[in-house]
């Protein structure tokens, strides 16, 4: 595996304005991941997650800082199709089928790559849903719809995977089979994978490392080396080194809820 980063965030601010008042979202955060390297980023809910993930992928303007994919803007990387992209919603067209839905950000791709069926075809197999081609979105259950959001975000074949909380909206039992089978995916495709993520297991258990980001506004307060061999199966839940590590990324967690707590009073106070 390559050495040097593939991503590199340098000092990310970004403060949103509401109504006249300003909201810092992110403060100063920096990180970087290798090309190939999984990287979870777990955070409160409300500490900037989603924005760090946009700012990653060229969907927001940040108000300052830096973000370098392979020596690249994130606009441009996001204009070559190097960035593939699933959020907490697959956001499918209910008018289009399974596989139609795949292959769209090859139809809005201005022809610049050409068609690779085939490559759908595998992609949609991977996933698991081969018998469901021609289904439409109303016909398929939440995470099998998830899961052709997977497929539709490798269908370019990008070399760097941006994940919201993609198994953010599945119940339990689907959220966790589907870790596995994500799991699997990745380590079939490697590619560089920024997921966001609340779920500590769930941020153990697939990175090389886990970053820990603040309550608002989100800083970084430390990372976690996840360096555990692969391919990783669901016994290594309860092994010691993966709850050493577990609970690593709880204390750090929880440091960042303190430290946001203080500053929170010193605010109030003043
Ligand atoms: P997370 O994903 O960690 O829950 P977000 O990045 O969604 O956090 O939001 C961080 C903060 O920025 C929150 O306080 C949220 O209300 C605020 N925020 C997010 N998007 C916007 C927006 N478009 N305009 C104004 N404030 C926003
Ligand atoms: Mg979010």
Do not use: C
Not at 26 to 35: K, P, Q, S, W, Y
Not at 42 to 48: A, D, M
Not at 171 to 195: G, N
Request: net charge negative; proline share 6%; glycine share 10%.
């Amino acid at each position: 595996m390559e050495q040097h980063s593939h991503i590199t965030v340098r000092g990310l601010t970004h403060v949103y304005g509401v109504d006249g008042t300003a909201l810092t979202a992110l403060d100063g955060v920096d990180f970087e991941a290798r090309r190939g390297e999984f990287v979870s980023v777990i955070g409160p809910s409300g500490g900037g997650k989603t924005t760090l993930l946009k700012v990653i992928g060229g969907l927001l303007q940040p108000t300052s800082g830096i973000v370098v994919i392979d020596g690249a803007s994130p606009e441009d990387a996001q204009l070559l199709k190097r960035i593939g992209f699933v959020f907490q919603e697959p956001a499918l067209l209910p008018w289009k089928t399974m596989t139609q839905n795949v292959r769209l950000p090859m139809e809005i791709n201005h022809g610049k790559t050409p068609p690779d069926i085939g490559a759908t075809g595998r992609l949609i197999e991977m996933v698991g849903l081969d018998e469901f081609r021609d289904y439409y979105p109303h016909q398929l259950s939440g995470g099998m719809r998830q899961r052709v959001a997977f497929a539709r975000a490798l269908v370019t074949d990008p070399d760097v995977l941006l994940m919201d909380e993609p198994l953010g909206s599945l119940d339990e039992i689907t959220r966790t089979s589907m870790r596995y089978e994500l799991l699997k995916v990745w380590e079939a495709l490697p590619k560089t994978i920024v997921l966001i993520t609340h779920s500590i297991a769930e941020a153990v258990m697939m990175s090389d490392r886990v970053v820990v980001l603040s309550s608002r506004p989100g800083r970084v307060v430390g990372e976690v080396s996840i360096d555990l061999p692969r391919p990783r199966e669901e016994a290594l839940e309860r092994a010691p080194e993966f709850l050493e590590r577990a609970d690593r990324v709880k204390e750090l967690l929880a440091l960042g809820a303190k430290r946001t707590t203080t500053a929170g009073r010193a605010r109030a106070g003043s």
